[in-house]
C-alpha cells in the first residue's frame, strides 16, 4: 500500500480542511513528520488508520474522540486517503459518528459512521474531487467497506499496526514480547490456521482409528466372554462335543415318536368302543322315558279333536262380536253429536247479543274517521316541508362536525408540540446512548465467549473426574476378584489333594501280603497308609472347589476387561481436558457477571426511545406545520356555515306555521296519526267481527241438527244386526252338538292346536328312531366288553412325556449350538474387522503423533510453521541490523533442552560479537534497543510481502522518539535506513530530535496555533 494523498477535516487538533501529499516524499524514501507536542503528529497516523479501517492508530483513542474541538460544530469531520496498490489506485472517505447541527427545527441530529470505497485507477492525483472520486466499489455501508478494504490490502487492522504503521509502544513489542505473546502476534500476521487444521484433522482422524480398535478389542473380549470360555480353542472343543450331542438324541427321537404313535392308536380304538357302550346305554333310557309319555299324548289327541270340532262356529261367532263393536261405537257418537248441537246453539245466542253491542258505537266511528282525516292533512305539509327541514339538518350536522374537527386539530396540535419537544431532549442524549450499547455488547460477547468455554472446561474436567473415579471403582474391583481367585486357587489346591490321598487309603485298605498292588504291581508292601477314609476329601468337594474356581477366573476376567475400558476412557478425557484453553473465571463468576452484561444490554436495546429518531423527528416537524395549517382552514369554514344555517331555519318555521308544534318534528304526527288510525281500525274490526260471528254461529246450529239426525237411524240399523248375528251363531252350536261348556273349553286350544298335533307326531317318530338306533348299536358292539381307558390314557401320557422332555432337550441343545456359532463366527468377524483397522492405524497414527508435537524437535505443526516464519524473519532483521551495529549484535532464537533433547521456541535473543555470548533482548540499552526493534520492523515487513501473496508494502510508518540514540549511533541508524528502505519502500518518521530534522530534510512541518494545529511541506534541499 502506498499513500498518495490525506484530507483532514476537523480531525484531532486540525480545525480546518489539511491536505497532505505524499507523492513527492515518498520518492525520497526516508521523511519525517515534525512538531510540538500536542501539535498532532500522531492524529496524521490515526487519520491513515480510520480511513482504512474506521480505527485510530493506538487502542487508547476512539474514533469518536478524535473529533475536533478546535472546528465549528457545523463543519463536518471526515478522513480521507487516496492509495496506490501495484497498478491501481483507490479512494477510501470516511465519516465518524458525531453530532452536527439538525436541518430543521434547531437542536442538533447525529451523523451516523459512514465508510465509502471508490475505484481511481488511471485517474491522476489532480482529477479527484469532493464530487468525483472514482467508481464507487461500495458507500456508506461500513462493515462492506471494510470487507472490501481488508480483501484489497490483505491485513486487517491489528496487522497493520505491525507491518505498516507503528504506533507509540507498539514499535518494539514484538522484540521485547513474551514467547506466547510474540506467538500470538506471529500467527496473526501469519496465517497458520491451515496447519492447525492439518493438525487436528489427523489427530482427529488417529483418535477415532484408535478408539474404532480399542472399540473392536473390546467386543471381541465382551463376545468371548459371553461364551463363557477364556480361549477360543476351548470354545470350538465345546461345540464339536455338542454337535455329537444332537446326533445322539435325534436317534432317540426317532424310537420314542413311534411308541407315542402305537400307544395313540390303541387309544383311539378302545375309546370308539366306550362310546358305542355309553350310547346304547343312553338309547335304552330313552325308551323308558318315551314310554312313560304315552297317557300324555293320548290326552293331546282328545284336546285336538275337540278344537277342530269348535273352529267350525268360530266365524260365526266373530260376525257377532263385530257387530256388537259397532253398536256400541254408534251410541258413542250418537252422543257427541247431541253435545256438539247443545254447544252450538249457546254460541249462537251470544253471537246475537255481540251484534246488538257493537252497534251502539256507531258515533264514535265517525269521530275516528275526522281526526284521520286532519292527522292526514299535517301530514302533506310536513312532506311539502321535507326537503327544506333535511337541508337544515345537514347544515347542522356539517357545522357540528366542522366543530368537532377544529376542537380534534387544536388538541392534535398541542400534542405534536410536546411529542416535538421530547424528540429535541432526546436528540440531545443518543450520542451517549449509542456509545453505552456498544460498549455493552462487547462485554457480553466477550463473557459469552469466556463462559463456553469455561462450561466446555468443566464439563471436560467433571467428565474426567467421573472417569477417574470410575476408573478407581474398576480397580478397586479387580483386587477385590484377585483376593477371590486366590483363596478359591488355594481352596481347589487343598480339595484336589485330599482326593488324592482318599484314593491312596482307598487302595491301601486292599492290599493283600503277597498280592501286587494294583498301582506300581510290587509284591512287598512296606508302610501302607493308614487314615480315616471318611473324613477324608471327598470328589464331591473336590468338584465343587473346581466350579468355585472356574466362577473366580470369570469374574476375574470381566473385572480386567472392566479395568481396561475404565482406564482407557479416563486417559482420553484426560487428553481432551488438557487440550482445551483455560479460563481464569469460573463459570459461577462468569454466569453472575454475563447475566450483569445481559441485563446491562437488556436495558440499553429495550430503550426504543432512539429508534429512527431523526425520521421521527423529521414526520414530527411535518406534522406539526401540517396540523396549524388544516386548523386555520376548518375555522373558517366554520364562520361561513354559521351564516348558511341561520337563512334555512327562517325559511321552514314560515312554512310550518299552520302546523301544531309537537308535530312539527314529523316523529310526533307519525304517532297521532298511527294512533288515529289504529283506533278506526280497531272500531271498523269489531263491527265486521261480530256480523261475522253471527253469521258463522248460524251455520254450525245447522249443521250440528243434520248429523244428530243422521246418527240417531244408524243407531236403530246396527240393533237390528246385532240380534240377527247372535242367532246364527246360537244355531251353529246346535247343529255341531256342542253347548256353551265344551266350546269355552275348544276355545282355549284353537291356537295350541298345531303345537298338540305336532308333540303327537314326534312323539311316534322318536319311538320309531329310538328303536332303530339300538338294533345299530348292538350290532355293533358285538361280543366285545368295556375298554379300561384310564390305563390306556396313563400310558399314552407317560410315553408323551418321554417324547416332550426329549424333544426339548433336543432344542435346548440345538438353540445354544446356534448361539455358539453365531459368537464363534462374530468372533472372527471382529478378528478380521481388527486386523484392518489396525494396518489403516498405523501410518495415520505415526504421521499424527509428529504434527502433535512427538517428533525429535518436541514442537507441534502449527508451531513449527511459526518458527520457520521467525527464522526468516530474523535472517531478513539481521541484514539491517549488522551494518547498523558495526556486526556487534546479531538476532537467533535459543536452544533450550527439553527431556534431554534439544528445542527451539519462539524466544528471541541477541548474540553479542564482543563478548562472543547471547543475552536478553531486554538488556539492550534504549539505543540499541531502538536499532534491534528497527532492524526487525523492517524484516518483518519483507517476509511478510514475500509470504502473504498479494500484500504490497510500500511505505511503513514508524512513531517513536529518536531521542534515545547518542549522535554517532543516530547517524548510523538513519544512514543504514536511508540506503537500506529505499530500493523496496519508504519510511515516515516522527521525531522531535533536531538531528533527525536536520539529516531527514523531506517531510512535514505540524504548526501548532491557538485556533488548531497545520501541515506544511518541508522543502527539500
Partial sequence: ????????????????????????????????????????????????????????????????????????????????L?????????????????????????????????????????????????????????????????????????????????IVLLPQGEFRRILTAKSDDRALILKRLFDVSFYDRIMLRAKDKASAQKRAIQDQRLLREAKLAESG??????????????EQAITTLSDEMQALEKSVEVQHQGLVDAQKLADFFAALEQAQERERQLLEQVDVIIAYKDRLALAKLGQKALPLEMVWQRAEADLQDGRVRAKEAQDALTLSQAQHDKALKEVLRIKEQEGERELAARHVRDCQHAFDILERAGPLHASVKEANQALSVIKRDV????????????????????????????????????????????????????????????????AKKAQDMHEQVLVSLKEAQALHQRAERDLSEMQILHISQKLMDGAACPVCGSLDHPAPAIGDVVRMGRHDDFAQSEQALQKAQEQERSASLSLS???????????????????????DELELALSKAKEDLQTYESDRRFVDLDLRLKNAEDAFAQCQRYVEHGQSRMAAHEVDLSALQAELQTMLKDVPPDWQDGQGLKEALNRAKARQDQLNGAWERALSGEKQAGLQVAGAEQGHATLQEALLRLQSLVEEARDQFEQKLLSLSLSQERYAAAQKDFEQSEELEQAIIQHEQDVASNKTEQLRLSDAIGEAVMPDLAVLQAALS????????????????????????????????????????????????????LMMGNNDLRIRLPDFAVAAMLDEVLVAANLRLG??????????????????????????????????????????????GFQASLALALGLSDVVEQTSGGIKLDAIFIDEGFGSLDEDTLDVALDSLCSLCGEKRSVGLISHTEQVKALITAGFDIEKTPNGSHVKAREMG
Fill in 229 to 242: 470360555y477364556a480361549a477360543e480353542a476351548d470354545f470350538i472343543s465345546e461345540i464339536e462335543t455338542q
Fill in 82 to 162: 487516496v492509495f496506490d496498490l501495484g497498478p491501481k489506485r483507490y479512494v477510501a472517505r470516511r465519516v465518524p459518528t458525531q453530532q452536527r447541527p439538525a436541518s430543521r427545527g434547531g437542536g442538533f441530529t447525529t451523523q451516523a459512521h459512514e465508510a465509502y470505497l471508490f475505484d481511481a485507477s488511471g485517474l491522476a492525483i489532480e482529477d479527484l474531487t469532493d464530487d468525483f472520486s472514482g467508481d464507487v466499489l461500495a458507500e456508506k455501508k461500513v462493515s462492506i467497506v471494510d470487507q472490501q478494504i481488508r480483501a484489497l490490502l490483505g491485513y486487517d487492522a491489528a496487522q497493520f499496526r505491525q
Fill in 883 to 928: 551494518p547498523m551495529t558495526a556486526g556487534r549484535y546479531h538476532l537467533h532464537r535459543p536452544e533450550e533442552k527439553v527431556g534431554g533433547r534439544g528445542k527451539r521456541g519462539l524466544d528471541i535473543v541477541v548474540f553479542d560479537a564482543n563478548t562472543q555470548m547471547s543475552r536478553p533482548t531486554k538488556s539492550l540499552s534504549g539505543g540499541e
Fill in 565 to 587: 475400558k475404565a482406564c482407557l476412557l479416563r486417559d482420553e478425557r484426560l487428553a481432551h481436558l488438557q487440550d482445551l484453553e483455560p479460563v481464569e473465571q469460573s463459570v
Fill in 798 to 849: 407317560s410315553a408323551q412325556e418321554a417324547l416332550r422332555q426329549g424333544r426339548d432337550a433336543l432344542m435346548e441343545q440345538k438353540t445354544q449350538l446356534v448361539q455358539k456359532r453365531e459368537i464363534l463366527t462374530a468372533l472372527h468377524q471382529l478378528q478380521a474387522k481388527i486386523g484392518a483397522l489396525e494396518e489403516a492405524y498405523k501410518p495415520l497414527g505415526a504421521m499424527a503423533d
Fill in 1 to 80: 500500500m502506498r499513500p498518495v494523498r490525506l484530507t483532514l477535516q476537523a480531525f484531532g487538533p486540525y480545525a480546518g480542511r489539511e491536505v497532505i501529499d505524499f507523492q513527492p516524499v515518498l520518492d525520497a524514501g526516508v521523511f519525517g513528520i515534525y512538531g510540538p507536542t500536542g501539535a498532532g503528529k500522531t492524529s496524521i497516523f490515526d487519520a491513515i488508520s480510520f480511513a482504512l479501517f474506521g480505527v485510530a492508530s493506538g487502542d487508547e483513542r476512539l474514533a469518536e474522540d478524535m473529533i475536533s474541538h478546535y472546528a465549528d460544530p457545523s463543519v463536518l469531520t471526515f478522513v480521507e
Fill in 407 to 470: 376542537q380534534r386539530l387544536g388538541d392534535q396540535k398541542q400534542g405534536l408540540e410536546q411529542d416535538l419537544r421530547l424528540l429535541w431532549s432526546l436528540q440531545a442524549e443518543r450520542p451517549a446512548h449509542e456509545r453505552a450499547l456498544f460498549e455493552a455488547e462487547k462485554a457480553k460477547a466477550f463473557l459469552e465467549n469466556q463462559l463456553g468455554l469455561a462450561k466446555t472446561g468443566a464439563k471436560a474436567r467433571k467428565a474426567f473426574e467421573q472417569a477417574e473415579y470410575e
